[in-house]
């Protein structure tokens, strides 16, 4: 379950592509990769760089950490503005990572009442959130945001 729990996290984060705004300062298809890998991979580090529970009763306070992370690095995203043929798909992929959070607070609060199915339900909405925001972060070419698992 540790390795799950972890990979989620890191999918998530790196899966938290950006979203589009309107006006005429839309970035290139370039700089936006650029800038949207560089968020990706600025918050995959700190995740990476937090203590990876070794027990499911430290799984709830990993996710403690985790939450606000992935909420900041979404933010950052969605400051962005990708050019006009990407932002549908950014704001699926942003849609489905936003999923992530939720799920990853059930996961923690599973996991606090040692619920078997609840922790499963939690996973399996992780896992599918993850699914679909890396596929549309590898169509953008986000490889820092889709995971790699």
Request: charged share 25%; with cysteine.
């Amino acid at each position: 379950m540790r390795a799950r729990l972890t990979t989620f996290l890191a999918v998530a984060l790196l899966a938290t592509a950006a979203c589009g705004g309107s006006g005429d300062d839309r970035l290139s298809q370039e700089e936006f990769q650029k800038q949207a890998n560089a968020i990706c991979q600025k918050y995959n580090a700190k995740i990476e760089a937090l203590k990876s529970p070794s027990s499911p009763s430290e799984v709830s306070g990993y996710v403690d950490q985790v939450v606000p992370l992935l909420r900041q690095g979404v933010s950052e995203l969605r400051a962005l503005k990708p050019p006009a043929e990407a932002e549908d798909d950014y704001d699926r992929m942003l849609d489905e990572t936003a999923k992530a959070v939720p799920a990853a607070q059930q996961l923690g609060d599973a996991a606090e009442k040692n619920d078997a199915a609840a922790l499963q339900k939690a996973l399996s909405d992780v896992r599918e959130a993850d699914q679909a925001s890396n596929e549309i972060a590898a169509k953008l070419g986000l490889s820092e945001c889709a995971s790699s698992e």
